[in-house]
């Protein structure tokens, strides 16, 4: 599969991904868009075979170490950023009380149009900019990389302090964050 020039070649190793929300609007500084995302996650874990081995979840991106057991990332990558931007797009335009709502729309709607697949509203960038990780140190880097966002951004002091990661997963080596993890390192 083509992602935005680069290509996933083997399905089964793990992968660095970004989904990156189009415009870079900050989707998930809301609660309630936080957690349509990761229930989409863990019905990817449960029903279709997506392996999270690291995440890090920021105001308008998401990274993922990531691998699809014994299906094809590509398709449970579609699969994902199709349904969740169809239940995030259904939460925002409901949303009354999202002060957002028009503006979001509306840009979202803009992506759209530009995007010939998609005739009305585009919620993610189409480039996951996937990134095939063969050996350990490299692995090391990049959940090292995915856990220091938040500490890049100046949100927390340590990466195991913020929430939506899972650093404090592997800074004390057990399953005690948000989502289930299947450790690498």
């Known amino acids: 599969m083509l992602i935005g020039g680069y290509k996933i070649r083997n399905q ?41 081995h690291a995440w890090c979840l920021m105001s308008n991106h998401i990274h993922l170490v990531a691998t699809a057991g014994k299906k094809d990332l590509s398709d449970v990558i579609r699969d994902f950023k199709k349904e969740s931007a169809r239940q995030l797009l259904r939460s925002i335009s409901g949303n009354r009380a999202e002060s957002r709502r028009e503006w979001m729309l509306s840009l979202f709607s803009d992506f759209g149009r530009s995007n010939s697949r998609n005739s009305r509203y585009q ?21 090292d990389y995915t856990h220091q966002n938040p500490v890049a951004a100046g949100i927390v002091d340590k990466a195991e302090d913020y929430l939506y990661s899972s650093a404090r997963d592997y800074r004390l080596g057990r399953k005690c964050g948000l989502l289930e993890i299947d450790f690498l390192v």
């Open 12 to 52: 089964a190793a793990a992968h660095f991904l970004t989904f990156t929300v189009v415009g870079w609007i900050d989707v998930f500084t809301r609660q309630l868009y936080r957690d349509i995302l990761l229930d989409n996650i863990r019905y990817c874990q449960q029903n279709r075979g997506l392996l999270v």
């Open 123 to 143: 919620f993610w960038k189409q480039d996951n900019h996937p990134e095939e990780l063969f050996t350990g140190p490299v692995i090391f880097q990049k959940i």
